[in-house]
């Protein structure tokens, strides 16, 4: 098979990330990642290389993740999606194949990322929803914690938010600085079910779940909505409230609109 025969394939991927240990993959452990390519190379009969949208934890969902990777030209893409559902279903659906020019990256070409996360809210856990939500019995403030939540959008160091990996050999430690652009709580339907959204140039480690983790603070009355400016400008992850699981975060949308922030 000649380089001349591939050609860029970009997919829409969704999955149930709770018995997964992450998407990207990685050595002797069951990821979304290895699953999923595998199983494009057992249809195409070659190595793939994929490239992510994002890279989610262990234990978190996905509905609107994005992947890219060369394929044989003449692949059937809607055969292809068809071929790998039977194989991967029901934790892993593949939605939307298209062909994308060459210089497509699902990781490069992405300009945000926009999360959810979901509380069951109630006294009484849910157990149709169990594996997608944290449950909390006392009733949370919304009104608190979107208005903490208005006080860090914008161009910041969330290093207060994100946990520190250490660089590679070589590399220097990777910025924590990002833009974001939305941030919010919503309840759906009168129900006990709360959505945060929030959308970002793109996330640091646990950036999301820490963010989180705090409006559930400010929401039990346990962390003042004011002192957000305060908890950025420390740039320390203890002055940030807690983590909160990966269970109620689903990776939703991957945007590639506009420029990168940091283009």
Not at 135 to 147: F, I, K, T, Y
Request: aromatic residues 8%.
């Amino acid at each position: 098979m000649t380089e001349q025969s591939l050609r860029n394939v970009r997919l829409l991927v969704a999955y149930d990330g709770t018995d997964f240990r992450g998407f990207a993959e990685s050595d002797g452990v069951r990821t979304v990642e290895g699953e999923l390519r595998r199983s494009i190379e057992l249809i195409v009969r070659q190595p793939v290389e994929l490239v992510l949208g994002g890279r989610t934890d262990a234990g978190v969902h996905g509905w609107g993740q994005v992947v890219n990777g060369l394929i044989p030209a003449g692949t059937d893409l809607y055969r292809l999606m068809s071929s790998l559902n039977r194989l991967l279903r029901p934790e892993i659906s593949v939605r939307q194949p298209e062909w994308v020019d060459d210089d497509f990256s699902a990781r490069f070409t992405a300009t945000s990322r926009t999360y959810h996360y979901d509380i069951w809210n109630d006294r009484a856990p849910n157990p149709l929803v169990a594996r997608h939500v944290w449950h909390l019995g006392p009733a949370l403030d919304l009104e608190r914690m979107n208005a903490a939540a208005a006080l860090l959008i914008g161009h910041y160091d969330f290093s207060s938010f994100c946990r520190r990996l250490k660089p590679g050999p070589g590399y220097e430690e990777p910025s924590t600085r990002r833009v974001l652009k939305a941030a919010r709580w919503h309840r759906i339907d009168e129900s006990p079910l709360l959505r945060f959204e929030i959308t970002a140039s793109s996330f640091c480690n646990q950036m999301v779940r820490s963010i989180v983790g705090t409006l559930v603070d400010v929401g039990r009355g346990r962390i003042d909505p004011s002192t957000m400016p305060e908890i950025l400008a420390a740039h320390d992850r203890n002055a940030a409230g807690q983590v909160a699981p990966p269970t109620g975060l689903t990776l939703w949308h991957v945007g590639f609109t506009g420029p990168r922030w940091d283009a």
